[in-house]
């Protein structure tokens, strides 16, 4: 079975084709395939509060393509979600009514709590050791969602306007940064120690610098450790010399500023980084909708 799904994010819109197998009632979902277009509809919705004609155009023409994808891979279904540059966008629902009129997607803007839930019906806390208190961090281009976990429940889950294209272009308040931060210390207390889950583009790249091996953790003192070689070169230096994609090279520093500091307010030394996001959460929620069917069917 495929399924597909769309994330459009503040920095980039993906889509994300994968398999899930079911072998005796065991369930294991697996990356068919993954295509990213930094679209970067959060410069226009965090510095003008709206969505321009020409970053509509190509996210029209991204959305047009990626419906074809779907159609030529026969996914049995999908979904489209958009967050935190459409949902400050005056002329969002005028954007996703042109979407599905052109593209023949129908996109939902999704608000943070949603957007939270999402990303948590990935479950990855049930492959963990239960014994253990977890912090889920993402971290988008406008948005940063976390969730503490302890005994495999979760205890808070919040969401929050601080992002890397926001940060990057000085639009989070300094008391709204302030809350934040206090926010985190005051959750956290009284479940030490703990472990940090990380997702979300920024994370997984400085993870795959890192060169951990899958499923080790990162410790957060070598994430200080690249944060600092990445703050001692230039933009194009991160793009000649480091290899980033010019679209990651002004995002990644931001990104590591948020992670660094939520690590540091919650006291976590390490965190893991299973190479999830909205985007697979998508696809469970969608496994579940067509099992949910096919029972109703059946019963």
């Not at 009129?101 to 948590?120: C, H, S, V």
């Not at 990445?230 to 010019?246: D, Q």
Request: hydrophobic share 40%; with cysteine.
């Amino acid at each position: 079975m495929k399924f597909a799904a769309i994330d459009i994010g503040s920095n980039a819109v993906r889509l994300l084709f994968c398999n899930v197998y079911d072998d005796n009632g065991k369930i294991s979902f697996k990356k068919a395939e993954l295509i990213r277009v930094p679209i970067r509809l959060g410069e226009d919705s965090f510095l003008n509060g709206k969505i321009s004609t020409k970053k509509a155009d190509k996210l029209v023409t991204a959305m047009k393509a990626f419906k074809n994808l779907i159609d030529v891979y026969d996914a049995i279904d999908y979904r489209a979600c958009a967050t935190s540059a459409m949902r400050d966008a005056d002329n969002r629902y005028d954007v996703v009514q042109r979407v599905r009129k052109e593209a023949g997607i129908k996109i939902e803007i999704i608000d943070g709590k949603t957007e939270a839930d999402i990303i948590y019906a990935n479950h990855i806390e049930e492959h963990l050791d239960k014994s253990n208190n977890y912090l889920y961090i993402d971290i988008g281009g406008g948005s940063t969602e976390i969730t503490l976990f302890s005994k495999n429940k979760a205890v808070v889950s919040q969401s929050f306007n601080i992002g890397t294209i926001r940060m990057l272009h000085n639009k989070i308040e300094k008391e709204y940064w302030t809350y934040f931060k206090n926010w985190v210390e005051e959750i956290t207390k009284g479940y030490k120690p703990l472990i940090a889950i990380g997702s979300g583009g920024n994370i997984n790249k400085l993870f795959k610098m890192s060169d951990r091996k899958p499923n080790k953790a990162l410790p957060t003192e070598k994430l200080k450790g690249i944060y600092d070689v990445l703050e001692s070169y230039s933009y194009e230096e991160r793009v000649k010399i480091l290899g980033l994609n010019p679209d990651r090279a002004d995002v990644i520093i931001p990104a590591s500023k948020i992670l660094l500091t939520i690590l540091k307010k919650a006291a976590i030394e390490k965190v893991i980084v299973p190479q999830i996001g909205l985007s697979d959460g998508i696809v469970h929620q969608l496994y579940e909708k067509y099992k949910e069917k096919k029972l109703a069917e059946q019963g």
